[in-house]
């Protein structure tokens, strides 16, 4: 089995069942005039216990597909909400 890439973005939504959407947000500099550009994007997340909340921090992990979406998993909680 080869490395799976692991991640760290935060929570943006948990309205799903067993799902989050996390939004992770990078950070690169342009080229030619090097000024950093912030790209985000947002993943759909399986989340077996329903454990995040909105705005907590979490690291996911690249797993096999569970449904026709997700393809990331939680690994874990870095920073609960409050």
């Not at 760290?8 to 090097?34: C, E, F």
């Not at 995040?52 to 569970?66: A, M, S």
């Amino acid at each position: 089995m080869g490395n799976r890439r692991t991640i760290v973005g935060n929570v943006v939504s948990n309205k799903m069942d067993k799902t989050v959407v996390v939004m992770v947000t990078t950070r690169r500099q342009h080229p030619r005039y090097k000024k950093y550009i912030e790209n985000s994007k947002k993943f759909k997340v399986h989340d077996e216990t329903n454990a995040c909340n909105v705005g907590d921090r979490v690291k996911i992990t690249e797993t096999r597909p569970l449904s026709r979406e997700k393809r990331w998993r939680v690994a874990e909680r870095i920073v609960g909400s409050g």
